[in-house]
């Protein structure tokens, strides 16, 4: 695996065309691996008849409300948690 | 023609009804739409699916109901042991109780008194059909995708749900192979109630965490 539980990460702010899973809010944005689903059929391959592999790690990341949202009103601690592929993800250096 | 010239009784009493087949159909076919059934018809022609692939697939959705949550969620409050098994591995948990996943897996997101979750699916409207059934209106409109991500304790609001401001509102984004289900907190006053009286109180809004089960 790729990623540990805990470990910091950032998504990557990156535009490719095309049919992508990593939605644009949270593009750039870092959190905290919550959990590895699995490993699963790449959707931007199979969004266009390839199919699919190499399969991809996928994680679910923890994000702070206000990492998203400077101006997020309710409190600290409120988070966003969403399922983003390895190929999305890098880490953060030093942890 | 308007809708009195197409009605086929007489019109002396004030209209607070419909009336059936008398009103135009004004909805054209959507260009989605079309595209859908073009591609229906493509996979039928050759032998892809057959027609009566669709019309089980779309019986099995249709027969499917948030009863299935609930019983998942009463049973999950009266038996310590399956809860610990449906926290940990969703997907297998609830094939124990004969609901099937299909190619999605399930996670169940706990309510506890510090945090309370919420689903919403900003990319399209993925939801956990086969234990809830198919989503509700809302639950697929633009409005609810967008602000549940950004102010989720004012679209909890307008649901009537106030939540005090140290508690941790979790929202899951259903955006890929995941699906989720909420597991409420068994509310006060129901403790010793038998797994069927529980069922009764669990709505689908509850599962999907905009509001909270009453006892």
Redesign the interface.
Same mark, same amino acid.
């Given at each position: 695996m790729m990623f540990s539980v805990g470990d910091r990460v950032r998504i990557k702010d990156s535009h490719p065309p095309g049919h992508r899973? =990593? /939605?644009y809010?949270v593009r750039g944005k870092t959190g905290v691996v919550e959990r590895y689903?699995?490993d699963?059929k790449n /959707?931007e391959e199979l969004a266009y008849g390839f199919d699919g592999t190499p399969k991809r790690e996928?994680y679910?990341v923890r994000i702070t409300?206000t990492e998203?949202?400077p101006d %997020? +009103?309710? $409190?600290d $601690? #409120? =988070? !966003? #948690? !969403? +399922?983003? %592929?390895d190929h999305w993800l890098e880490k953060i250096g030093g942890q | 023609m308007t809708t009195d010239e197409r009605g086929t009784h007489d019109h002396d009493h004030d209209h607070d009804h419909d009336h059936p087949g008398t009103t135009p159909d004004v909805n054209e076919t959507g260009y989605y739409e079309l595209m859908a059934e073009a591609m229906k018809e493509l996979l039928i022609e050759k032998g892809v699916v057959s027609a009566d692939d669709v019309r089980r697939n779309l019986e099995f959705l249709d027969s499917r109901d948030p009863a299935e949550g609930a019983r998942i969620i009463a049973r999950a409050w009266t038996d310590a042991d399956f809860k610990k098994r449906l926290l940990e591995d969703g997907t297998k948990a609830v094939g124990e109780l004969g609901f099937p996943m299909g190619d999605a897996e399930l996670i169940v997101v706990e309510n506890t008194s510090d945090v309370h979750n919420m689903i919403v699916c900003t990319l399209c409207s993925c939801y956990p059909r086969t234990v809830l059934g198919l989503p509700p209106d809302w639950y697929k409109s633009k409005s609810y995708r967008a602000r549940a991500v950004v102010e989720p304790r004012s679209v909890l609001k307008e649901f009537g749900t106030e939540l005090p401001s140290d508690k941790t509102v979790r929202v899951h984004d259903s955006n890929a192979d995941m699906r989720y289900l909420v597991l409420p907190e068994q509310p006060d006053g129901t403790e010793g109630w038998s797994e069927e009286q529980l069922t009764a109180i669990v709505t689908r809004d509850a599962m999907v965490g905009v509001t909270l089960p009453q006892a």
């Open positions: 899973r =990593t /939605p809010y689903c699995g699963f /959707p996928l679910r409300q998203l949202w %997020y +009103e309710g $409190s $601690s #409120d =988070t !966003l #948690d !969403l +399922e983003i %592929y | -």
